[in-house]
């Protein structure tokens, strides 16, 4: 036990100074390659924009407040002032009633700055009425330069409305197939198979109903979605299919290399969808007043009160380890239904941030965003929260001090 520990140990070590390396953790490589960024922001930030006067830039956010938003944006607007003499103010849409009252805040010409777009909320209706203001080739070059040369062409391209851009995209491609959070021990409670396909996911529900009354099995998304995601396992995804408009019932299989066009609705497959959701509802499934509440699905999921719920990847991921975290005697694990499906990463207006068309401070709001996309302190911070931010900080410092052989040493032999 002891030799497995210490190679565990050595191997977290050995990624850790690669890690801390390829981030610029003192090495000459790491040096060089910040250096162009560095100056270019340093350009934007003197030569084409004045920032000697202090701004409040307003941002609206979808989703709860984070447990710790308020000591983690203190750390962040620190260093946004130092680095372009501003501060974020956010407000957040919860997640019950976001559908509602997005778009009435650009409706009404609300004063902030910055807003979170992306196609699946409207961000191309919301353009066209005028809510985002227009983002030339020459504000994004001049106030965003790091992100101006590193995001790839395609990405601008998809982004465009009528041949004008609204929003600068995520620099990160998101997922857009749905997997399912569950309780493992629930499932491992009554002995039920590994969750893998519709079939053992109904056997699952089933069994938290009948045996679990205090819990309801499965909670879709609050709002107007309701099933949407769980649709996109079922119809979607298990079919291979895709959908050009999410809000329209047509789709496309992904293996056909015309492309046809069909109704949804009108195939066999959305049939055996609506008989597969009959017996779930009969099996008391989901809560009898699902259309109306406005809970948060993922909050109930922590707090014990349902043992299913569905999204992406990346949000399931992060709301797992926070569980795992914050409540250890739940045991959760994740559940693709269609592990034989295709896979498919978003287009580029899945995750995006859009300047409100009445901002006072359009250029600084581009500055930020810059500095979002590229700085890895500020990335650190917002991933990660202090408490690894100032540890990996520490380290790189150490490296930089000892250099990563002797730091490993010296880590090893501590441990050791």
Same mark, same amino acid.
Request: glycine letters at 6%; charged letters at 25%.
């Given at each position: 036990?002891?030799?497995?520990?210490?190679?565990?140990? =050595?191997?977290?070590?050995?990624?850790?100074?690669?890690?801390?390396?390829?981030?610029?953790?003192?090495?000459?490589?790491?040096?060089?390659?910040?250096?162009?960024?560095?100056?270019?922001?340093?350009?934007?930030?003197?030569?084409?924009?004045?920032?000697?006067?202090?701004?409040?830039?307003?941002?609206?956010?979808?989703?709860?407040?984070?447990?710790?938003?308020?000591?983690?944006?203190?750390?962040?607007?620190?260093?946004?002032?130092?680095?372009?003499?501003?501060?974020?103010?956010?407000?957040?849409?919860?997640?019950?009633?976001?559908?509602?009252?997005?778009?009435?805040?650009?409706?009404?010409?609300?004063?902030?700055?910055?807003?979170?777009?992306?196609?699946?909320?409207?961000?191309?209706?919301?353009?066209?009425?005028?809510?985002?203001?227009?983002?030339?080739?020459?504000?994004?070059?001049?106030?965003?330069?790091?992100?101006?040369?590193?995001?790839?062409?395609?990405?601008?391209?998809?982004?465009?409305?009528?041949?004008? =851009?609204?929003?600068?995209?995520?620099?990160?491609?998101?997922?857009?197939?749905?997997?399912? =959070?569950?309780?493992?021990?629930?499932?491992?409670?009554?002995?039920?198979?590994?969750?893998?396909?519709?079939?053992?996911?109904?056997?699952?529900?089933?069994?938290?109903?009948?045996?679990?009354?205090?819990?309801?099995?499965?909670?879709?998304?609050?709002?107007?979605?309701? =099933?949407?995601?769980?649709?996109?396992?079922?119809?979607?995804?298990?079919?291979?299919?895709?959908?050009?408009?999410?809000?329209?019932?047509?789709?496309?299989?992904?293996?056909?290399?015309?492309?046809?066009?069909?109704?949804?609705?009108?195939?066999?497959?959305?049939?055996?969808?609506?008989?597969?959701?009959?017996?779930?509802?009969?099996?008391?499934?989901?809560?009898?007043?699902?259309?109306?509440?406005?809970?948060?699905?993922?909050?109930?999921?922590?707090?014990?009160?349902?043992?299913?719920?569905?999204?992406?990847?990346?949000?399931?991921?992060?709301?797992?380890?926070?569980?795992?975290?914050?409540?250890?005697?739940?045991?959760?694990?994740?559940?693709?239904?269609?592990?034989?499906?295709?896979?498919?990463?978003?287009?580029?207006?899945?995750?995006?941030?859009?300047?409100?068309?009445?901002?006072?401070?359009?250029?600084?709001?581009?500055?930020?965003?810059?500095?979002?996309?590229?700085?890895?302190?500020?990335?650190?911070?917002?991933?990660?929260?202090?408490?690894?931010?100032?540890?990996?900080?520490?380290?790189?410092?150490?490296?930089?001090?000892?250099?990563?052989?002797?730091?490993?040493?010296?880590?090893?032999?501590?441990?050791?």
């Amino acid at each position: 036990m002891q030799k497995k520990s210490k190679r565990a140990m =050595l191997a977290f070590v050995l990624i850790m100074v690669m890690i801390l390396n390829a981030c610029g953790g003192g090495n000459k490589g790491g040096e060089e390659t910040a250096k162009p960024a560095d100056s270019k922001q340093t350009a934007a930030q003197d030569e084409n924009s004045d920032t000697s006067n202090e701004v409040k830039l307003k941002m609206i956010f979808l989703g709860p407040k984070p447990v710790d938003y308020d000591q983690v944006y203190a750390e962040i607007n620190k260093k946004l002032k130092q680095k372009i003499n501003a501060t974020i103010e956010a407000e957040f849409l919860d997640w019950s009633d976001w559908a509602q009252k997005y778009p009435l805040k650009l409706a009404a010409n609300e004063d902030f700055d910055l807003i979170y777009s992306a196609n699946w909320a409207g961000y191309s209706d919301q353009a066209l009425k005028g809510g985002f203001l227009e983002l030339t080739d020459q504000m994004l070059s001049t106030y965003m330069p790091m992100t101006w040369k590193a995001m790839p062409k395609e990405s601008w391209e998809q982004a465009k409305v009528n041949g004008k =851009l609204y929003m600068v995209p995520s620099n990160k491609g998101g997922f857009v197939e749905k997997l399912i =959070l569950y309780r493992e021990d629930l499932r491992k409670k009554y002995g039920l198979p590994e969750i893998n396909s519709p079939e053992t996911f109904a056997e699952y529900i089933k069994a938290i109903a009948k045996n679990e009354p205090g819990i309801i099995p499965f909670t879709p998304e609050a709002g107007d979605w309701k =099933l949407h995601n769980l649709d996109r396992i079922l119809v979607k995804q298990k079919n291979d299919w895709n959908m050009p408009d999410l809000d329209l019932p047509l789709a496309f299989k992904i293996t056909d290399g015309k492309g046809q066009i069909f109704n949804i609705y009108q195939t066999p497959e959305f049939k055996e969808l609506l008989a597969y959701y009959k017996d779930l509802a009969d099996n008391n499934a989901w809560s009898k007043n699902v259309l109306n509440s406005k809970n948060d699905h993922m909050q109930d999921f922590k707090d014990g009160k349902t043992a299913t719920v569905t999204q992406n990847l990346d949000t399931l991921g992060a709301k797992m380890a926070e569980i795992r975290r914050d409540k250890p005697e739940y045991e959760v694990a994740l559940a693709d239904l269609t592990p034989n499906s295709k896979k498919s990463v978003a287009v580029s207006t899945q995750n995006g941030t859009s300047i409100h068309a009445t901002s006072k401070n359009p250029e600084r709001a581009l500055m930020f965003i810059d500095l979002v996309q590229n700085d890895k302190e500020l990335h650190d911070l917002i991933m990660h929260g202090i408490s690894r931010h100032a540890l990996r900080t520490r380290w790189r410092r150490q490296i930089q001090i000892n250099g990563p052989k002797r730091e490993l040493c010296r880590l090893l032999q501590m441990e050791l």
